[in-house]
């Protein structure tokens, strides 16, 4: 390794820097197709068992770490969930009593509602790049029938994302806060366009073009039924401050639901549904349904 | 004994890709991760001729960027930059493993700061706001934070030693 006799340094520093521009800019052209996805997929497949081991690992050790420190915080979060599971009750009762209601109203109309059910895939994440990156790594891949394009959401079913990229194994997940195409959401009755913010982890910025009216902080934004790539009604997050429209646009920031930062465990949607996108003729990447690894109707 | 150096700076340069990719995926400062990459490969710069030095820099950033989203290339250039900003100012490290620990931090800062530079250029990053700013203060002081604790490893790499060798 020393023994480099001449200094050959400055030559290949210049050769290395062409050559990273050139693979820039190939890339950037090719957006992220042809022969360096292949080498992408190659070192995510090397990298992945390692990242299984170190996961494994670590997850534990991170979750005491950061428990301890969130002991305060979750003793008054605990407070303050009893206090909701309480109005919560309350209200269900009320709800129970609609439902019931519903059930006779159907039944006499002969209706049957058109609940959709989505198929999801649990998985981990397993590693995330650097501080600059907000993607991430899932340990579920083409063999779990995870493609590109698919939702993406947490626990809590509140919508994280979509998948950018698969292989073996392995999936890239980018978050919407740090997607570059929007997603369609609704705010109340109106319509509008939800898109990142750049240099943000959590905010987000929505858009709405055609006879924006006022919205209120607070205000909950899911994904609307004119989305093409989410299924409609995934929570996403919520109106920062209150905004009303100049002229005939509204812009104002909504907060995440998710933090990115944060996820252990996410569940990939198929979506859009392989038979309702043949019925509506929404061209659609092709699947491979595994049972072992799949659930019904959760997220969103 | 030049191929099992070899190994263990392929190693040690493998761990830190993995320790980067998975442990800082989890344990950060706000949202903000050491760059253990960048201190691995500063600190086997001094193991390894200029130009290998280069290569094996313009190697790990590639692999960083296959592991991304971002453009590849980008780490691969940062990475590069950095390491010949390195291999010609090692000398001046060898004052002792507290200056190295600061040499390590101005590379950390240069590295960042041509990240985000080139990033904005090909629209890969945004080089202005709160987020970046904090990236821009908070990473060297990690890696600075880093190479004090790895004192002990630092003089040992800086000492000529017949195991490493």
């Known amino acids: ?137 899932i340990d579920k891949g083409e063999e779990s029938g995870v493609v590109a394009g698919n939702p993406v959401v947490d626990a809590n079913g509140y919508l994280v994302g979509r998948v950018l990229e698969s292989g073996p194994g392995f999936a890239i997940v980018v978050p919407l806060v740090a997607d570059v195409e929007a997603a369609t959401v609704t705010v109340g009755d109106q319509v509008g366009s939800l898109s990142g913010v750049l240099g943000s982890d959590d905010q987000l910025v929505l858009d709405v073009f055609d006879q924006a009216g006022p919205v209120l902080a607070g205000q909950q934004v899911v994904t609307s039924t004119q989305s093409f790539a989410y299924p409609p009604s995934i929570p996403v997050g919520e109106i920062v401050a209150d905004a009303t429209p100049v002229g005939r646009a509204l812009t104002v920031r909504v907060r995440a639901f998710v933090d990115v930062r944060s996820l252990r465990a996410v569940l990939v949607l198929a979506w859009p549904d392989p038979k309702a996108a043949i019925s509506d003729d929404i061209p659609t990447p092709t699947t491979t349904t595994v049972p072992a690894t799949t659930t019904t109707g959760a997220g969103g | 004994m030049r191929s099992r150096q070899a190994i263990v700076i392929t190693l040690i340069l493998l761990v830190a890709v993995t320790v980067q990719v998975s442990v800082f995926g989890r344990f950060r400062v706000g949202s903000i991760a050491p760059d253990l990459v960048l201190i691995a490969l500063v ?123």
């Not at chain 1, 969130?70 to 009762?93: K, S, V, W």
């Not at chain 2, 590639?62 to 290339?73: N, P």
């Not at chain 2, 001046?92 to 620990?101: E, F, I, L, W």
């Open chain 1, 1 to 137: 390794m020393r023994d480099d006799r001449r200094d050959h340094s400055l030559p290949t520093f210049i050769s290395l820097l062409a050559l990273a521009l050139m693979l820039m800019t190939l890339d950037v052209r090719s957006q992220g197709g042809g022969l360096l996805g292949t080498i992408r997929n190659g070192a995510n497949g090397v990298l992945k068992p390692f990242q299984v081991v170190a996961s494994f690992v670590v997850d534990p050790l991170a979750d005491f770490a950061s428990n301890l420190g969130d002991l305060a915080a979750l003793r008054a979060e605990n407070e303050a969930l009893r206090a909701e599971l309480a109005d919560i009750q309350a209200i269900q009762a009320t709800y129970e009593d609609k439902l019931a209601r519903l059930d006779e109203l159907e039944a006499l109309l002969s209706l049957q509602l058109d609940l959709t059910d989505i198929a999801s895939t649990p998985a981990n994440v397993i590693g995330r790049t650097d501080s600059f990156d907000l993607t991430f790594r």
């Open chain 2, 43 to 165: 600190l086997t710069s001094f193991r390894m001729g200029p130009s290998t030095a280069l290569i094996t820099a313009f190697g790990c950033g590639l692999a960083l960027d296959a592991l991304s989203s971002e453009a590849l290339g980008l780490r691969a250039m940062t990475y590069t930059a950095v390491m010949f900003a390195a291999v010609r100012t090692k000398e001046r490290a060898n004052a002792g493993p507290v200056a190295t620990a600061f040499w390590i931090a101005a590379l950390t800062l240069g590295g960042v700061l041509l990240l985000g530079l080139v990033g904005t250029l090909f629209g890969q990053l945004q080089f202005s706001g709160g987020q970046m700013l904090a990236r821009i203060v908070v990473i060297p002081l990690l890696n600075l934070a880093i190479g004090l604790v790895l004192v002990p490893a630092i003089a040992r790499i800086q000492a000529p030693s017949r195991r490493f060798r």
